[in-house]
């Protein structure tokens, strides 16, 4: 009997990772035109460069750093984009809040002390 409830309880865990990883995926493809258009509108304004394009690089779904029952993180969707035109190339972090309409795009060189 107990053999029979660890392997029920295994595949009820295994299909919740597996429902949870394709929302995740489907959330960071239904965000990701806004995110090249954050990233976009900061890249152009910098490199001032109208015709500049953006290609992303990487995606990741940002799970809370604490959870709990009484406290909630915020989950984010972290994109890291390319921005090239006019002989220039720029890559910008944009996260993006589950739940919002926000974006922020940053250079990553921010961070560091390394800005331009």
Known sequence: MKQGWTT???CTVSAMVIVACATQQQTLLQR???AIQTALQ?????????????????SDFIQP???????GGLQ????????????????????CQVG????????????????R
């Open 100 to 115: 919002t309409e926000t974006c922020l795009a940053a250079d990553p060189r921010e961070r560091w002390g390394q800005g």
């Open 32 to 34: 990701q035109d806004e």
């Open 8 to 10: 029920a309880a295994l």
């Open 42 to 58: 900061r890249g152009r304004f910098e490199m001032n460069c109208p015709s500049a394009t953006g290609t992303v690089l990487s």
């Open 65 to 71: 750093a604490v959870q709990g029952p009484w406290v």
């Open 76 to 95: 984010r969707l972290e994109y890291t984009i390319g921005v090239a035109g006019c002989d220039k190339r720029g890559t910008y972090v944009v996260l």
